[in-house]
């Protein structure tokens, strides 16, 4: 069984940033692509990013481009996407996801955790 469970979400003032964390644990993949998604209320889930198993490769989403980062630590199972530049659209509940086959560029997350809020105020 894989678990991923989000943490780092939160209120933040617009302008503001805050740093998601990914934690993935049990029977954990040799390798895997990481991604990021992001649902808000009566909408549908948005892609955010997404990092390859090395970290080599990297994809954002068009609106977070220039103001999100998406990275990986594979020694801790950990994926982190720092937000800078926070907007009141950004407000969300955010996912992080994983893909086993590692083809980049991923289309098929199999794992997903339950999800962290972000809500950002004007």
Known sequence: QVQLVESGGGLVQAGGSLRLSCA????TFSRYVMGWFRQAPGKEREFVAAISWTGARTSYGDSVQGRFTISRDNAKNTGYLQMNTLK???TAVYYCAADPRTTWPSNEYDYWGQGT???VSS
């Open 24 to 27: 993935v644990s049990g029977r």
């Open 88 to 90: 009141p659209e950004d």
């Open 117 to 119: 809020q972000v809500i």
